[in-house]
């Protein structure tokens, strides 16, 4: 996969996307990852990307000028352009799953009061956000939409199991889980999970997949 990231905050990427799964990602050559900085794409002195709105009101919007032209070079024929910004529909595992059939995303992060209208009509095939607030830029939504999505490109994990079994791969939250020593501190592991029947241990982890949903997210069920 080939992702693009379009920022004001280009030094914001470099960190997070350096290490565990993504850094092996990236080695592998299962995911090309580039950051771009958007004042590059303006041609003024000052390189300004943000203009007062039309109309009035508080803040500054994104200006369409360098965002068109960072789009045009950027993109290819296949380039999915998403937006990222709290209007967007909600990110969730199922939409994770979608971006990561495809081969080629341009992210275009947010920030001040949002983008000219322009860059929605015109440009953007989805706009995404995280959830129902609001952060100082779009930078840390974008990585974790990357994150989000490159764990589940073929071959990133160890265990191609591991991302059909955790929480919302099925629409419910993933089952307890438990590791040696059986007895800790007189906090015993359930028998079932120590039977060895893996007919009755996948009854139970779906049974209990179910309570902590109910429980917890019962606006999944």
């Known amino acids: 996969m080939k992702i693009d990231v379009l920022t004001l905050f280009p030094g914001m990427f470099t960190g997070p ?10 080695e592998a050559g299962l995911l090309e990852l580039a950051v771009h900085n ?11 990307v943000d203009d007062r709105p039309f109309g009035g ?3 500054m919007l994104l200006k369409p000028e360098p965002i068109f032209e960072a789009v045009e070079k950027l993109a290819r024929e296949r380039t999915r352009v998403i937006l990222v910004s709290p209007a967007g529909r909600t990110f969730n595992q199922a939409i994770a799953r979608e971006l990561a059939q495809l081969d080629d995303l341009l992210m275009i992060s947010g920030h001040y009061e949002g983008f000219d209208e322009r860059v929605r009509q015109e440009l953007a095939a989805d706009e995404l ?3 129902d607030y609001v952060l100082t830029n779009g930078a840390l939504p974008v990585m974790v939409i990357i994150d989000a999505v490159t764990r589940l490109l073929p071959g990133v994990l160890g265990d ?3 991302a059909h079994e955790e929480s919302f ?10 590791t040696r020593p059986a007895d ?8 079932v999970l120590l039977s060895g029947n893996h007919a009755q241990i996948a009854q139970w982890r779906a049974e209990q997949a179910k309570v902590r949903t109910k429980e917890r997210r019962p606006d999944l069920l």
């Open 17 to 26: 996307l350096d290490e565990s799964i993504i850094k092996r990602a990236r």
């Open 129 to 131: 956000s995280i959830g």
């Open 57 to 59: 009101g508080p803040g």
């Open 184 to 191: 800790f501190r007189g906090l015993k592991v359930p028998e």
């Open 38 to 48: 958007l004042r590059d794409y303006a041609h003024d002195r000052h390189k300004t």
């Open 169 to 178: 791969s099925h629409g419910l939250l993933e089952y307890p889980q438990y």
């Open 160 to 162: 191609e199991t591991s």
